[in-house]
Structures are given as structure tokens and as C-alpha cells.
């Protein structure tokens, strides 16, 4: 015997025999049973009465079997179905010989002669007035009374009168007095009885299935609350005013049920593949079924049509195509005998993990490793399992689940193998259940732990190292942000400053722009040509003072002007000083290869400070005519300014100025040479002023002022030749 109960027996030449339980038993064909039971009823006396393959009926009281057909005065047809009313009367339907009534008194045969509606019956039922129902396969139902030894039809019901179908499979009563038909082709008709004989009965027809297919009715069971209908598409158990169906994907062996029969325990289904037990609860929302086929001792094949029963003792018979089979309840075997559930396997993606180079050593009585550190790539398992349950192995069936992955336990399912692919890094154990037939699960789970490593870039030092790299690296930045922003604010703040310096010295120099006193002279000297009657000399100079005035007025509201319009200037102001010069000189603007005075774009009033100071304090202290020249030439973004006049040097006017009281003190020089210190830094340029004294064999011969002056083109260099802007005196 093993752990689950099972005998085994070692034979000389038919293998191995295992005997696990009676609780199936089989009474196959002999002479006086036939090989194929149709139908069968338990009698008074507690005998069983079957309808087989040998026509008539035979009874069989447990040990022996008594055949009766019609060489005992019965019938050799093929007996169909069994009724017993409350009086105990027996009621046997035939194929093709009609009804038979069984009382102490003998046979009584009732045939299409006698009224019924075919002689092909399939069932009876008999309603609270004892009218007796009798069902045919093809022409529906006819309610009779019997009245002594004559049949009284009471009523009809086929299709012409609203009957689903004429094609008629199984009939049963309710605790309501509703009389259940099922048919081969057009679902179930329920009758509700008429009271009395004043009243007509009510037909509900109720279909299962589709509207263009529908299921056929094979048989019909009824209790105090439910009615059972057994169909080609399963189990409908009617609640009131509802199905609920159980069918082949709660488990059923087949969706052709032929037969049902109700006890304790649950449903019996006798279906084409072996029977099935359906439990459930009181709302039908928990339904377990268990199968029994070959495996599990039911050796019937397929069951026949309302082919079974429950006798006193609460077995349940079934007919079948196999002979006569009987299932006792007393000898079930015990649920709480589980599987026996161990790992078979474990891959690592194809291949087997006991030959991976992650395992060092495996159990002897397994073959697997206690448990593994895998990898981060290395993520895909597949485990491999099954339960040992020697008394029905294909009713095993398995749960599972991976902690870490899953949080419950998956469906029950009869697969023996599960994989894991792409599994991040942690720690997993794998579980796996098995359950018997009666969903009874193994207590103790099979279990594999193991654990896949995480990446270099997922580890805490890795991670730790790399959070203080970028905190650094964001400080960094942060950093070199802020000191960016201040070299930026620092930037402006000195452009800023710078242009406010540049502002404050522009409006110095605009203040500055022009001298009084030479405003007073040029008007006086024009007064004198008004005096004199010069008009002509007058008008020209009136001229030149004007647009001298407009000038330093528009050129006072620009940032840069043209270096054309500053020569403008110069020459407009250097004709005037000579219309006001007690001793005349000569003046000459040179403007050197690559100026375009058009394109040159300068500060304004830059130059005239200067030839100012040539004049006042170089030439008019001559007592001869003198010569000033203004040279340009460009050096990249500088404008070189050359102002040479031939006076009497700085040494000699500064002691002549000394010896002179309100001598006019220029301060443009000091402003325009501040300015120009502001728009080089400004530019980023070498700007400024050089003074330099020009002597002839040690005496005196004048001045040379440079200027270096920022400037920007307009357009791009032209080349043009140097040329000469002399004054009409000029030479």
C-alpha cells in the first residue's frame, strides 16, 4: 500500500494492477443484462429495474439478475424511461411499443390505439389531480386519466397549441405543480396546470441558447427550490425566475449532458465522457466540479439519456453504453489526501540551471540547487513541477506564484510549467501547490528562493558615488553660474558706468562745444562787414556761421556722425576763426588711402577742441601767417587724427599766456581727451591723445597733436586715393 491507500499487485505477465477504492463498481453485459442500459428506477422492494439493450427489463436485486420481455408476457422493445406514482403504480415507456401501467394485478399496455399520442414514450410525471403526463418523442404530450380499465384523453399539447417542439426528451413536476418539458430542438416549455377543468393550462416556452441554434433538453430533475436542466450545452439550474448555467468551462467532462440526478452532494451529470459532480453553494457563486472517467474508476463510456438514479442507500446507478455502474458515497475516498508536489526543473532561459555557471552545488534527491544569485541579465526562469496523486493523476492541478512578482496565488490550471522572463533585480521565491479532485490543496508548498543581482548602476555605492558626483557637478555649476552672472553684472554695471561717464562728458562737451568769445568775434566781424557795406562778405560769413551753428546743434543730438560731416565742421569753424584772425593762416584737411570720411562713423565734436587750441594759442600769437593741417588715416577700428599747426610752440604760448589776465581757458581739451579714454575701454581699443612740439634747428616751429579716435564703418573699406581739402587760401 502507498501514503495515499492504493493496493498494488505485481502480476506474472499483466503488468501492474493498482486497486485505490470500490467506490466505483461495475456490472458489465452477461445474459441477462445487456450491454447497453437505457434506462433505470429503484423498485419498492429496493431491486433495481433497468430498461438495456436486450429489450424489456431486467431487475437485479444486488446478486442475481431476472430478465423479463416478451416471452413472459411483456414486451421485447426497448424500454425508455420508468415513472412510480404515489401508489405505487410503474409506469414503463417504450420505444416503439407505447406505455405499459405495472400494478399487483398485472400488466396494462396502452398504445396510439388507445389514444396516446405516439408509441415512442420518454417519460411520465403525474399532477396533483392525478392526471398522468405522458411525454413522446415525437408527437409532444397528452394528459390522460384512467378510468378503470379505459384511458380518458384530458388534453393535448404539441406545437399547434404552443408547445416548443413535438420532439420531446424529458418531463418533470415541480413543487409548484409546474410541469417541466424538455425538448430535442427548441429549449424547455414550462405548463403551468390548470385548478380545475374550467381553466386552461398556461405554456411559458424558455429557450437556451441562441435564437438561430437552439440547445437540446436531455433531461429534467426538480426539488423543492430548483428545477435541473441537463442540455447539449450543460448544466441551467432555474432559481425563481433566472438560469444559472454551469457549463464545460467550470469544468464539466462535456457540454452533453444526458442525464442528472440531485443528492447531498451536489449534481451527478452523466455525460459522453464519464460523469461529473458539481458542488456549489447556496447562491451558486462557488461551484467546484470533480470528473470521473477511466482513471478514476468510472469505467461507463458514455451515459445514456435520463439514464440514472439514487437509490435508498444514496448511491447513484448510472446506464451506459458499458453496462450497469453504481457509485457508493460510503467509499469515497478521503479529500484531504493531497498531491504530492515537488520541482521537477528550473531553465535558465533554455538550459538547465544545475549546469549554468552561477551553480556550484545541487541536492542529490533533486538535482537543484538550494537556491542562486543570478546575474541582472540573466532574468528569464522557467520551473518545471508536478503532483503525485497515484488514485487519479489527471485530476491534478496546480497553483502558483513568485513573491516578489505576484501577490496571490494563481488560477488553478492543469499545466506543469511556468516562466518568469524579465525579471528586475531582488529577491524572489517561487511556490507552487497541487489539488486533488475534490480542490483540496497540498498544505505545504514546493519552493525555490533565489536572487538576481542589480546592476553596477543600481547598487548603493554606485548610486551613493554617483548622487555625490552630480551634487558636485551641480554645485559646480551653480557656481560657475553665479560667478558668470556676477562677471556679467560686473560687466554692466561697468558698461553702465562707463556710459553714464560717456553721457555726463558728451553733455560737458556739448556745454563746451564752442567758445563765447569766438561766438562774439565771428558776430562782431560780421557787424563790421554790415558796418562797412559788405554785404557780400557779410552774407558769405552770416552763411558759414549759420550752418557751423547747425551743425554743432545736429551733430549734439547723434551718437556717431560721419567723419565728412566732423570735416564740415572743421572747415566751416576753421573759416570762420579766420574771418576773426588779426594775422590770416592757411588750413589743409589730408585725408590718407582707405578713409572713406562717408563710411567712418566718429564721436562727435572730437577734433574741434583741438584746432581750436592750434589757433588760439598757437597761431595767434604769431606775428606772421601760419598753417594748420588735419590728417586722417585708419588703423583697424582707430581713426588717427594728426592736428600740425606751425605756431609758436607750447613753451612760448605758455609764457605769453602767463603775462595775459583773462586769457580764455579751453577745458574742451580735458573733456575730449576723457572721452576718448571712455569709448576706448568701451571699444576695447588703444585711444587717447600724444602732443608733440616740432622744432626747426632747435627753435620753435609749432604742434603736433595725434588723436586716436574709435570708429566704426558704415560700409565696407573702399580703396580711394589721399587728396587734399584745402581752404579757397589755401596752397
Not at 399520442?117 to 411520465?124: E, K, L, Q, V, Y
Not at 423543492?224 to 464545460?248: C, L, N, P, Q
Not at 474508476?297 to 458499458?322: I, K, L, P, Q
Amino acid at each position: 500500500a502507498d501514503a495515499e491507500g492504493n493496493l498494488w499487485f505485481g502480476t506474472m505477465d499483466g503488468g501492474l494492477i493498482r486497486l485505490d477504492s470500490e467506490r466505483f463498481t461495475s456490472f458489465p453485459e452477461n445474459d441477462q443484462l445487456g450491454k447497453r442500459v437505457y434506462a433505470i428506477t429503484e423498485a419498492l422492494n429496493g431491486n433495481l429495474i433497468c430498461g438495456t439493450s436486450l429489450g424489456g427489463t431486467t431487475v437485479f436485486d444486488g446478486k442475481e439478475y431476472h430478465h423479463a420481455n416478451a416471452g413472459e408476457g411483456f414486451t421485447s422493445s426497448i424500454v425508455q424511461t420508468f415513472y412510480y406514482t404515489p401508489d405505487g403504480t410503474l409506469w414503463i415507456g417504450t420505444q416503439d411499443d407505447g406505455a405499459f401501467r405495472y400494478a399487483r394485478d398485472g400488466f396494462d399496455h396502452y398504445t396510439v390505439r388507445d389514444g396516446l399520442p405516439s408509441n415512442n414514450i420518454t417519460g411520465f410525471v403525474m399532477d396533483g389531480r392525478q392526471q398522468m403526463w405522458i411525454a413522446s418523442a415525437d408527437s409532444g404530450v397528452a394528459v390522460i386519466q384512467i378510468k378503470g380499465d379505459s384511458l380518458l384523453i384530458v388534453a393535448r399539447y404539441d406545437v399547434e397549441s404552443g408547445l416548443a417542439s413535438n420532439r420531446v426528451n424529458a418531463i418533470a413536476l415541480d413543487a409548484s405543480q409546474q410541469v417541466w418539458i424538455g425538448t430535442e430542438d427548441n429549449g424547455l416549455s414550462k405548463i403551468t396546470t390548470p385548478k380545475d377543468s374550467t381553466q386552461e393550462a398556461i405554456i411559458r416556452n424558455l429557450a437556451i441558447g441562441t435564437a438561430s441554434e437552439k440547445e437540446a433538453v436531455h433531461s429534467i430533475r426538480t426539488d423543492a427550490d430548483h428545477a435541473y436542466i441537463g442540455t447539449s450545452a450543460g448544466i441551467f439550474v432555474w432559481r425563481g425566475e433566472k438560469f444559472v448555467a454551469i457549463s464545460k468551462k467550470d469544468g464539466l467532462a462535456s457540454a452533453e449532458v444526458y442525464s442528472i440526478a440531485v443528492t447531498r452532494s451536489g449534481i451527478w451529470a452523466g455525460t459522453e465522457r464519464g460523469i461529473s459532480r458539481v458542488s456549489y453553494s447556496d447562491d451558486f457563486q462557488q461551484i467546484n466540479v470533480t470528473n470521473f472517467g477511466p482513471e478514476e474508476g468510472f469505467r461507463g463510456g458514455e451515459v445514456y439519456r435520463n439514464a440514472s438514479c439514487v437509490d435508498r442507500n444514496g448511491n447513484v446507478w448510472f446506464g451506459t453504453t458499458a453496462g450497469l455502474v453504481k457509485f457508493d458515497p460510503r467509499k469515497e475516498l478521503s479529500p484531504e489526501t493531497t498531491p504530492r508536489i515537488h520541482l521537477q526543473q528550473i531553465r535558465l532561459f533554455f538550459d538547465d540551471i544545475a549546469n549554468s555557471q552561477y551553480v556550484d552545488t545541487v541536492a542529490r534527491w533533486s538535482g537543484l540547487p538550494p537556491s542562486v544569485t543570478l546575474p541582472h541579465d540573466q532574468n528569464t526562469l522557467t520551473f518545471s513541477f508536478t503532483g503525485t496523486l497515484h488514485r487519479n493523476p489527471k485530476a491534478v492541478r496546480y497553483r502558483w506564484m513568485l513573491e516578489g512578482v505576484n501577490a496571490d496565488w494563481s488560477p488553478p490550471a492543469h499545466v506543469r510549467e511556468v516562466t518568469f522572463s524579465d525579471l528586475s533585480p531582488g529577491y524572489y521565491t517561487f511556490k507552487v501547490i497541487a489539488g486533488n479532485e475534490f480542490g483540496v490543496w497540498s498544505p505545504s508548498p514546493a519552493t525555490f528562493s533565489f536572487r538576481i543581482e542589480a546592476p553596477l548602476w543600481q547598487r548603493w555605492w554606485f548610486q551613493t558615488a554617483a548622487g555625490f558626483l552630480i551634487l558636485a557637478t551641480l554645485w559646480m555649476a551653480y557656481t560657475v553660474r553665479i560667478r558668470s552672472i556676477r562677471r556679467k553684472n560686473k560687466i554692466i554695471h561697468e558698461k553702465l558706468e562707463l556710459e553714464n561717464t560717456l553721457l555726463k562728458l558728451e553733455h560737458e562737451a556739448a556745454r563746451l562745444q564752442m567758445n563765447p568769445h569766438f561766438i562774439f568775434n565771428c558776430l562782431n566781424s560780421i557787424q563790421g562787414f554790415i558796418s562797412a557795406a559788405d554785404t557780400v562778405a557779410a552774407k558769405k560769413y552770416l552763411a558759414k556761421f549759420a550752418r557751423l551753428m547747425r551743425l554743432i546743434l545736429e551733430n549734439s543730438r547723434q551718437e556717431f556722425i560721419p567723419l565728412s560731416t566732423e570735416i564740415q565742421l572743421l572747415e566751416n569753424y576753421m573759416e570762420l576763426e579766420k574771418l576773426a584772425a588779426s594775422q590770416p593762416f592757411q588750413y589743409r584737411v589730408d585725408l590718407k588711402r582707405y578713409v572713406e570720411p562717408e563710411e567712418i562713423l566718429i564721436p562727435p565734436m572730437i577734433i574741434q577742441p583741438f584746432v581750436e587750441n592750434a589757433i588760439v594759442h598757437g597761431l595767434r600769437k604769431m606775428q606772421r601767417p601760419g598753417e594748420i593741417t588735419v590728417a586722417f588715416h585708419v588703423d583697424q577700428e582707430v581713426l588717427h587724427c594728426e592736428v600740425i599747426d606751425t605756431g609758436v610752440g607750447r613753451k612760448k604760448s605758455a609764457e605769453l599766456k602767463a603775462g595775459q589776465v583773462g586769457e580764455h581757458r579751453s577745458s574742451g581739451i580735458l573733456v575730449t581727451t576723457k572721452r576718448l579714454e571712455q569709448y576706448g575701454k568701451q571699444r576695447g581699443v588703444s585711444a587717447g591723445i600724444q602732443i608733440m612740439d616740432l622744432e626747426n634747428d632747435g627753435t620753435p616751429a609749432g604742434t603736433r597733436v595725434i588723436i586716436s579716435i574709435p570708429c566704426h564703418r558704415a560700409g565696407g573699406p573702399e580703396e580711394t586715393e589721399g587728396f587734399d581739402r584745402r581752404s579757397d587760401t589755401g596752397v
